[in-house]
């Protein structure tokens, strides 16, 4: 009985009961715009053990929430922000969600609350326990994956250190977003030999290095993120003469705990060197895949990388002092990045 009566409480929720003396007309429904529905990365925030009508609230009273989707079952309210466009891969088929949009719904008093109190920038709207109304200072959170989305939130943004939240990492994580051009999140970067890059395997699984100079992001991140969608990958190098060359791969992906490099569809003016370390398994000096003869240890010589029986033709994570190898040239700076697709 009790839980049978919680859900009836529940439905109740879902018609959004008008509390406030300004407004006691009695109740009103929102019209869901998708049933067993949500949309998808473009996520504000989330919030859970909430209402239906305080999820509401908390959309409409922020002028940057566009939607939300609320799951009745688990209480979970997520906001979200409106891209530039959208597309029908945007929306993920989940039962027990609601997609509402509340646009069309501001500037209505019924449903707007606010609406004769507005606050000052960078505060919001918040509902009082006495049924009134009251502006707080927003700490809001664009939880963004990657750089790319980051990007499509705020043309403005520049070149900089950003906290993303990719998939199974509710923490955050801290990248450096190269915004030109889309936006692009850099996993690699060389420049001057001040950082080293002759570590051990938890080392490039967890990343290393400062973001501002030169680090690498780390493995299971790339797993992370790649896993979370299609990208695609660049390469930028500029050779002793200070000219710039580039490589693009229109696929990118790192797969399984041994990290396996997932690459094709090149373009570019630097060479297709890459393609040969397709479908190989990261190696580092204490995790050695292959020994070619003459050389030794691919990654003990060449490298922490996805080498091949013949070690390949691309080293940018050798010893600096013999410079990085993209064949059939060496190069003093690298700087590897990738950008969504999806």
Avoid at 6 to 27: A, F, H, P
Avoid at 51 to 77: A, E, G, Q, T, V
Avoid at 310 to 325: A, E, H, I, K, P
Wanted: proline fraction near 3%.
């Amino acid at each position: 009985m009790l839980f049978i009566f919680g859900r009836l409480l529940l439905l109740l929720g879902n018609m959004l009961l008008v509390s406030t003396e300004q407004y006691k007309s009695g109740i009103f429904r929102i019209n869901p715009d998708r049933l067993d529905t949500k949309f998808d990365r473009y996520r504000i925030s989330t919030f859970e053990n909430i209402s239906p009508r305080m999820c509401f609230d908390k959309c409409i009273r922020r002028p940057r929430c566009h939607s939300y989707n609320y799951n009745r079952h688990l209480l979970r309210c997520e906001m979200n922000y409106q891209p530039p466009y959208v597309s029908s891969s945007d929306f993920l088929n989940e039962v027990g969600f609601i997609y509402v949009e509340v646009d069309h719904y501001r500037g209505d008093p019924l449903y707007d609350t606010c609406l004769g109190n507005p606050c000052k920038p960078g505060e919001i709207c918040e509902g009082t326990n006495d049924g009134g109304v009251v502006c707080v200072k927003e700490y809001e959170v664009i939880d963004e994956d990657d750089c790319t989305n980051l990007k499509k939130l705020n043309i403005r943004n520049e070149s900089g250190v950003y906290t993303i939240y990719p998939d199974k990492t509710a923490e955050g994580l801290q990248v450096f977003c190269d915004m030109t051009n889309g936006g692009w999140t850099v996993i690699q970067r060389r420049i001057n030999g001040s950082e080293n890059f002759h570590r051990n395997w938890v080392e490039y699984e967890n990343g290393f290095g400062n973001l501002q100079h030169e680090f690498w992001l780390g493995n299971k991140y790339l797993n992370i993120l790649t896993s979370s969608g299609s990208y695609k990958l660049r390469v930028e190098l500029v050779d002793t003469n200070g000219n710039m060359y580039y490589a693009e791969y229109s696929t990118f992906a790192i797969r399984s705990s041994n990290y396996i490099l997932t690459i094709n569809g090149y373009s570019g003016n630097a060479g297709n060197m890459m393609q040969s370390n397709n479908e190989y398994l990261f190696s580092t000096y204490d995790r050695e895949r292959y020994y070619f003869h003459g050389i030794g240890s691919c990654a003990s010589s060449s490298g922490a990388w996805w080498h091949n029986p013949n070690c390949g033709n691309v080293y940018l994570n050798r010893d600096y002092s013999n410079q990085l190898y993209w064949s059939p040239n060496n190069y003093i700076k690298s700087a590897m990045m990738i950008q969504s697709t999806t």
